[in-house]
């Protein structure tokens, strides 16, 4: 079981989503900025230093959104989502295709990673009112 960590960062009513680059497994994909914990590291440790490396920003590492395992064909994983703010920077381009800010309501519009589904439901869940027709 692999350990990953991610982001949920905020911007008033809009949270961080990243595209993974297309040669790298689940290519294209959308999903929250994080990876792998590194031997010796905490979880929180791991997401200051992926965030760092990947968008080159500071991140304050808040209390767990959610945590799921998922099994790929290549890796099993189990994934922990924090809540997070930018603490310095501004995101770049360091190794995603792309980033978008998005309204939880826009949750459909992007094809994520197959592990980020039921986190994905819970934000809708919490975020997306039920009375939008």
């Keep these: 079981m692999t350990?990953?960590?991610a982001a949920?960062?905020?911007k008033e009513d809009r949270f961080m989503i990243c595209q993974r680059p297309a040669h790298k497994a689940r290519g294209l994909l959308w999903e929250f900025v994080g990876g792998k914990v590194e031997?010796?590291?905490t979880k929180k440790q791991a997401l200051i230093r992926e965030c760092r490396e990947e968008l080159d920003v500071l991140v304050d590492v808040g209390d767990v959104f959610f945590q799921v395992e998922h099994m790929y064909p290549d890796i099993t994983i189990e994934l922990t989502?924090?809540?997070c703010s930018l603490a310095a920077?501004?995101?770049k381009l360091l190794e995603h295709n792309d980033i978008q800010w998005i309204l939880p309501s826009q949750?459909?519009?992007f094809p994520f990673c197959p592990a980020d589904?039921?986190?994905l439901k819970e934000i809708k869940k919490i975020y997306v009112s039920e009375d939008v027709l």
């Design 107 to 109: 949750i459909d519009e």
């Design 8 to 10: 949920l960062i905020w």
């Design 81 to 83: 989502l924090f809540n």
């Design 117 to 119: 589904e039921e986190i």
């Design 89 to 91: 920077g501004v995101p």
């Design 39 to 41: 031997p010796g590291e």
């Design 3 to 5: 350990q990953v960590v």
